[in-house]
């Protein structure tokens, strides 16, 4: 018999195609344009070109911790440390392969693997946690593919467009570019709310409350890290009790 590791990935008629993945990845292009434009504005007001601006959304494409290093880097903070502060904001993104992985009942494509993983930001990693709670069997890498390359392609224009734009557009509508800043956050938790479980509220908690102290004593990128040991350990302590039970 065979496992849910091995199922074979063939002739799935009903699966989700790289089509479906485009129409599902609308809600994640409307809220990134205009955070990606406001990081292109950001970026060349700090000093960076038009180009660089670009590299670091092609590249590092992570979201809030562009803004990180960009403000890092125009303030004259070495490049290592800008690096290092990017990635304990985004150690995260270590845990969105296993746990997908874990809900995926078929085998995968190394090459489609590696194409979508690159585009696995968090609200990528929320819808298709969502769309495997919702129905496993029309999950595909096809899907994959289609939600997370428009998901990128859309933070490379909105960049883009930001980035030439120039210095100072939205310096007379302060209350534009506060909502830009929220629409990201509001998107994930939109997702996060799809997919939850009152058996998750445990773990929600936990991580909250870590990362309620982090940024209360010591930073944000401490309370990321605290958010995320919290939560995984409340899901580990609690996943063991259960067991046991």
Known sequence: MDTPATV???????????????????????SYLPVAFAFGLNATKLGFTPLESLFFSCIIYAGASQFVITALLAAGSSLWVAALTVMAMDVR?????????QRITRTLSGRKTAVWAFG???????????????????????WMIGIAFSSWFSWILGTA???????????????????????????FLSFLLASFQRK???????????????????????????????????????AFYQEEA
């Open 93 to 101: 993104h270590v845990l969105y392969g296993p746990s997908l992985r």
């Open 161 to 187: 467009l930001g980035a030439w734009s120039g210095n100072g557009l939205l310096d007379n509508f302060p209350a534009v570019e506060a909502a830009l800043g929220f629409m990201l956050p509001a998107l």
């Open 120 to 142: 696995l930001t968090d609200e990528v990693f929320a819808a298709a946690t969502a769309k495997l709670v919702r129905d496993n069997r029309r999950w595909s890498e096809k």
């Open 200 to 238: 998750q509220s445990w773990t929600v908690t936990s991580a909250l409350a870590g990362a309620l102290l982090g940024v209360t004593l010591v930073s944000i990128p401490v309370a990321i890290l605290a958010g995320i040991v919290c939560g995984c350990l409340a899901a580990v302590i609690q």
């Open 8 to 30: 074979s990935t063939d002739n799935h008629p009903d699966e989700a195609t790289w089509v479906e993945g485009l129409k599902d990845s609308l809600p994640i292009v409307i």
